[in-house]
């Protein structure tokens, strides 16, 4: 700390409380709990014109956002970023907060009200900044179309560290017929889910990339409540974010996402056509009965009817009937509740239609109502 | 230290088709879905001396040989193979984790001086009871002990000691570190790194700079830290209690004797599991280390009973070491199993 002291440079500045939470409550979310590398664990403050950054890494991804303030003495220092989180939350609502790092110092004093609270720093220009390189494909992406691309795959992503590159949303410009698209998909091995928007104008060129689930929630986050247009920027090793107050930077997963289109079926020649909400209850329900983690239903189609079911060694046994438009023969498929469920969530229409080939290979699930989604489900054996 | 064995079948879809058709051994063949599209899922080990490789196109595996024969998969054959083959694990510890039906490490801390026998015996007992060859690698760590069982394929046992730990990665690739995909290792030999010892003597800061947090894994991976645990993939299954004598017991009267105090234990454990077996075992361990265990159905009478039945079932093989009772579930009830889409 000693060593560190005499380099920094003053700071002086007052921010009001609620500005500062804006930016903050999401800059802090980046940091990890444990980190090996002490300054890691804060948050840059850099106040220059009007305005304070705050900007925050994991070394994976970095997350800087900027809130109006009134700079006495422009500067950069670093705190301890869950510490200043958990401050500012606690002040009183309006209060308005004074920052302030002599020259030379190791600390910083907050200041609010008849609080003050002092805290270690270390110098800001030692913290990480995360290499910026030439991302050179640009595009701009509504923030509604940013939206549907991340929630109808990203319950999709693998958590399985083995195979990493499942570990994120794949994506990628494509064809859908004559229309460009920008697709994502997501995929656990045992599901998959595949949503397209309009092609920007500028992405065609962009390489395909799978962009990493932590990136993934914390852009989601970020976009919540806001309207308008997400600027991106892509190179095969870095993706950008960039919002009218903030700017995410992220890594990309090092790695070949499979094939996927080779298992989104093309040729399922048993289709059901469900109700979306008597459906997705009625599994919600038989499932109480199923055993352990793998909550299996058995789905049993016959002409004008589907029975949900599972039968299981200690919970017993249930079975609940409801309406399908289906006239193929009778078939047998088993799945995991909890795959059907989260995949009912982001079927927005008021039907699904299930498109089956037979009871060990992948069943196609599609929203009627909307042609840019595809589910991909691997049935259970039961 | 720990011991941790990890345990691979050899070509396991294509070895099952051998055994159970004897005019498949020998033969240059792969299991496919489908001959026309799709991939090779495994090659026989004649078929891979032509270059024919798991995930490559079956057109393609076929360009490189032409007689190879491909069979269609029967996965109930496999599943029942890989049940087979993890009863006989779980007889050496419950600290196993299955990585897929033809791989699993396990925790073999504790369990006799040897690892190394025991990875012979485990071996020696699969191909008894499946008629199929594993390889196995033995180690400190998970990665070490896979690094391990690929040294010595097909039918291999490897071992990497403590002692050559540091020299086996700074000789490996960089190319072979979990994680490590093209443009990782095009990244890494930009800096300088291409081999385990390039990682070893670089600071952690410096790769984790690099490569974000997969940086800071592979260094430790590098330096043979690697703890991460052998995750047992299932809940508890089985319940057991055992006791090591000082002076081994001669005889199944001595043997008889030494029962009730153990039914008591387990009985008492089961209630405070509140866990329900169907299956009851009766472990006999010989000195030195030979192990043998009895089940039997468990029936409505006391634990005891059972226990008593078991042992007068054969006569015993010698002077008991160490004897246990356990109580587990038996395999054949959870049936369920989750597809995996066939992404390659």
Redesign the interface.
């Known amino acids: 700390m000693q060593r560190n002291a005499n380099r920094t440079k003053p700071m002086k500045l007052v921010i009001e409380r609620a500005a500062l939470l804006k930016s903050l409550s999401h800059v802090q979310n980046v940091v990890e709990r444990r980190n090996t590398i002490p300054i890691l664990a804060n948050v840059k403050l850099d106040a220059q014109g009007e305005r304070l950054g705050l900007t925050a890494t994991d070394m994976e991804l970095s997350l800087a956002a900027s809130e109006p303030a009134r700079v006495a003495e422009p500067g950069m220092t670093t705190v301890s970023a869950h510490t200043f989180f958990d401050i500012a939350r606690k002040l009183p609502d309006g209060s308005e907060i004074a920052l302030e790092q002599a020259e030379g110092s190791g600390e910083v004093t907050l200041q609010a009200g008849r609080s003050v609270f002092t805290l270690p720093s270390l110098p800001g220009d030692e913290f990480p900044a995360m290499a910026f390189e030439d991302l050179d494909v640009r595009f701009r992406v509504p923030v509604e179309d940013l939206k549907r691309l991340i929630d109808k795959t990203r319950f999709a992503i693998s958590t399985e560290e083995t195979r990493y590159y499942l570990n994120g949303i794949y994506l990628h410009a494509a064809k859908a017929g004559a229309t460009s698209t920008l697709r994502a998909v997501a995929t656990d091995g045992h599901r998959l889910a595949r949503v397209e928007v309009d092609l920007p104008e500028g992405a065609k060129d962009m390489p395909a990339v799978i962009v990493p689930r932590k990136t993934v929630a914390e852009i989601r986050k970020l976009i919540e409540g806001i309207e308008g247009e997400v600027q991106i920027a892509v190179s095969p090793s870095r993706i950008q974010f960039m919002l009218e107050r903030a700017i995410l930077v992220s890594r990309l997963i090092d790695g070949t996402f499979p094939d996927y289109e080779r298992v989104i079926p093309t040729g399922n020649d048993k289709a059901a056509v469900l109700e979306a909400k008597p459906f997705a209850d009625a599994v919600d329900r038989v499932a109480t009965i199923s055993t352990e983690r793998a909550r299996a239903v058995k789905l049993r189609f016959e002409p004008g009817r589907a029975t949900v079911s599972a039968v299981s060694t200690e919970a017993g046994r249930a079975v609940e009937e409801i309406d399908a438009d289906y006239a193929g023969e009778p078939l047998e498929i088993g799945f995991n509740a909890r795959y059907i469920l989260d995949m009912m969530a982001e079927i927005d229409g008021g039907q699904v239609r299930v498109e089956m080939a037979n009871a060990a290979a992948p069943t196609l699930v599609r929203d009627p109502g909307d042609a840019g989604t595809a589910y991909v489900l691997m049935p259970m054996r039961v | 230290m720990r011991k941790i064995v990890h345990l691979d079948m050899d070509a396991f879809y294509a070895a099952v088709e051998a055994r159970d058709d004897p005019a498949l051994r020998g033969i240059p063949m792969a299991v496919a879905a489908s001959a026309r599209h799709g991939v090779v899922m495994t090659a026989s080990y004649p078929a891979r001396a032509y270059g024919v490789r798991s995930a490559m196109p079956t057109a393609r595996a076929l360009e490189l040989c032409p007689r190879l024969v491909l069979v269609p998969p029967r996965?109930d054959a496999y599943r029942a193979a890989s049940l087979a083959i993890r009863a006989v694990m779980r007889r050496f510890t419950p600290l196993v984790e299955p990585?897929s039906l033809d791989e699993a490490y396990l925790d073999v801390t504790g369990l006799g001086p040897s690892a190394t026998g025991l990875a012979r015996r485990l071996k020696a007992e699969i191909r008894a009871e499946t008629g199929l060859a594993a390889s196995a690698g033995v180690s400190f760590n998970k990665f070490l002990a896979k690094q391990a069982s690929d040294l010595d394929k097909p039918n291999g046992l490897a071992v990497i000691r403590p002692n050559e730990a540091l020299a086996f990665l700074a000789a490996l690739p960089v190319e072979r570190f979990?994680?490590v995909?093209?443009?990782?290792a095009r990244r890494l030999h930009a800096a300088g790194i291409a081999r385990g010892a390039d990682l070893q003597t670089r600071p952690?800061?410096e790769l984790?700079?690099l490569l974000?947090?997969?940086?800071?894994h592979l260094w430790r991976m590098a330096k043979a830290e690697d703890d991460r645990p052998v995750v047992p993939d299932r809940?508890r299954k089985s319940l057991s209690v055992e006791t090591t004598f000082e002076d081994d017991l001669e005889g199944p009267d001595a043997v008889a004797a030494a029962l009730p105090p153990l039914a008591a234990d387990l009985e008492a454990r089961i209630v405070r599991a509140g866990f329900?077996g169907n299956t009851l075992t009766l472990k006999l361990r010989y000195a030195p280390y030979r192990l043998r265990t009895r089940q039997a159905p468990l029936a409505a009478a006391p634990i005891l009973d059972g226990a008593r039945r078991l042992l007068a079932r054969s006569p015993l093989e010698g002077p008991v070491r160490l004897l246990g009772l356990g109580i587990s579930k038996s395999e054949t009830?959870?049936?369920?199993?989750?597809?995996?889409?066939?992404?390659?």
Do not use: D, F, V
């Open positions: 996965h990585l979990h994680g995909g093209p443009a990782s952690e800061h984790q700079a974000g947090s997969a940086g800071r809940p329900a009830l959870t049936i369920e199993e989750q597809l995996a889409l066939p992404l390659g």
